[in-house]
């Protein structure tokens, strides 16, 4: 049997024992929280970097496609692709490996619409699809007007950074209808599909408990319905 002493040694062992564990345990548990702090500091430093990158590429490529532009516009308007001995501008292209040459007309068309800020502002896509907008329309205005005043959808101006290329292209397209005499026609075929989607969906609503879907698309030259239905349903919907 150990004598007083011993025991509270061995006590006093045990507890020194416990307060080092402790110690241990929070120490890493610290470790652990500044590791985990670290990187997520690294992470928030590393995607900052990748975005201010970004930007300057993204800088970059808007004043790359202008000058892309105006090199293709010089050789192409100066003929200088003879001189290299080439047939045509889309030979030396296509030789070179340069790009298609709807691509590099579509380039040219904007430098020759827009000097180099308006361009950079609106982007190569929808510069183009301005461009194209007054032209095929035969529109007496500057393609730059637009981007001062706005551009014509659905019966008033909206602001050119509003505007998306489908809707300039859509615009285009109804005008060019209008032009030849085709728009009310295409509108009157129009709203009959949608009409009959709207019967061919009240009848299959019925049918199917509402689980059915009609929607219409444009493919082809002619306006067609799509019918979604489960698949247990189509009996019931054949059957006459």
Known sequence: MGSPGQSRDSMSCEICKSDLQDLQDGAASRSVEDMAAALTKSAKARANELLAFIDRRKREITRA??????????????????????????????????????????????????????????????????????????????PAEYVLEGFPVGGHRKAIDEVTVREILRATQIAVLRQKGGHGESERARRDAESTARRVRGRLADKTEHSSEVGLVFRKGSWRLRVELPVEMADRVLRV
Do not use: N
């Open 65 to 142: 496609f202008y000058e892309l532009g105006a090199a293709l516009r010089e050789l192409h308007e100066k003929r200088l692709w003879a001189s290299l001995g080439y047939e045509s501008f889309d030979a030396m292209l296509a030789d070179r490996e340069v790009m298609s040459g709807f691509q590099a007309r579509k380039l040219i068309e904007v430098v020759r619409s827009f000097d180099r800020d308006v361009a950079a502002r609106l982007g190569a896509e929808k510069a183009y699809a301005l461009a194209r907008y007054v032209d095929r329309t035969k529109e007496a205005d500057d």
